[in-house]
């Protein structure tokens, strides 16, 4: 199987600045490391719309959400362009909020199948303007996927919305997933609105500390029973589900997440499986990094992804 790399580098989403060198900061690690990683995908580069951080925000609720407009739809179309014809997109972030293109996308490939979304990733992202303490936009891409929107502590305006409603019809029309076939891994880290949602849907969260207790191939296992009834499968890796011991180079470290190997044996039992068509690296933020301690870590998570892809 090809793969492509897609550099999204937006950090339109995120609270801190700098996840748009999540690339850059993978490429110096691999320089570094001696790294073959760049010479085996051919790769793209999306024109960003970061510009937009600069400018007055007119949505507090959704902090810049126009510039995610443009962004998220060419990013939607690049990975159904590759999907479609059997090239397997890792789409790099950025923020996490690129989830919203990149899952887009997926569903745009294939309209007709249920696609199910693992989230590996220490937060829940089940915000929306309604309920969002922060107003950033990288806590809110499932709640948008999904078409869930609870009224809560905030009044979003007009605008906002309506720029909400434009970013859901990106791709196909309806929801991109049901909550029955979103399954959350590392979770650690969430308000009460987004819990009330995991309960009431009954989303399928599977701990660090169960995966310590089954192993990582039981859970890889345990995740694709649960989504056996989708025809494919996007994966969205946060590095912030991993601990902050290996780095704290990302806006939102979270204590007790896991350890490499642990994010690597999970990464490789996915891309084994032919079901998973796309996935996410996000949030790798040399800005608040130590000697790019963050991006060496994910570049070793990702390293033997790439044989398990194209030999599929």
């Known amino acids: 199987m090809e793969l492509r790399l897609i550099e999204a580098a937006s950090e339109i989403g995120a609270g801190k600045r700098g996840a748009s060198m999540g690339m850059a900061a993978l490429r110096v690690a691999a320089w570094k490391n001696g790294s073959e990683l760049f010479g085996h995908a051919e790769e793209s580069i999306l024109r960003d719309e970061n510009d937009v951080l600069y400018e007055d925000d007119r949505s507090p609720n959704a902090h810049h959400i126009d510039g995610l407009i443009r962004f998220e739809s060419d ?27 990149s899952v887009s996308g997926t569903k745009m490939a294939f309209p007709n199948e249920r696609l199910g979304v693992v989230w590996i990733d220490a937060h829940a992202d089940l915000h929306s303007p309604w309920t969002t303490p ?71 969260v599977i701990t660090v500390a169960d995966l310590r207790q089954k192993g990582a191939e039981a859970v890889v296992n345990e995740t694709l029973a649960h989504l056996s009834l989708c025809g494919r499968i996007h994966v969205s890796f946060d590095v912030d589900s991993l601990d902050p011991t290996i780095s704290v180079g990302t806006g939102t470290p979270v204590p007790d997440g896991l350890f490499g190997e642990e994010a690597s044996a999970l990464l490789q039992g996915f891309c084994r499986d032919p079901k998973t068509a796309t996935l996410d690296v996000v949030e790798i933020n040399p800005s608040l990094d130590t000697n790019n301690a963050m991006a060496e870590a994910t570049l070793k998570i990702l390293e033997p992804l790439f044989p398990i892809l194209r030999s599929r």
């Open 75 to 101: 990013l939607a179309f690049e990975v159904y362009k590759y999907v479609r014809n059997n090239v397997f997109p890792i789409v790099v972030g950025g923020d996490h909020s690129i989830a919203i293109g």
């Open 134 to 204: 922060s107003g950033n936009v990288h806590g809110m891409p499932l709640a948008l996927l999904m078409h869930i929107e609870k009224k809560g502590r905030n009044r979003p305006r007009v605008y906002t919305m309506d720029t909400w409603d434009h970013l859901r019809k990106i791709g196909v029309n309806g929801p991109k997933l049901l909550p029955s076939d979103l399954v959350f891994i590392a979770l650690r880290d969430y308000e009460p609105e987004e819990e009330a949602i995991i309960k009431e849907h009954g989303i399928k």
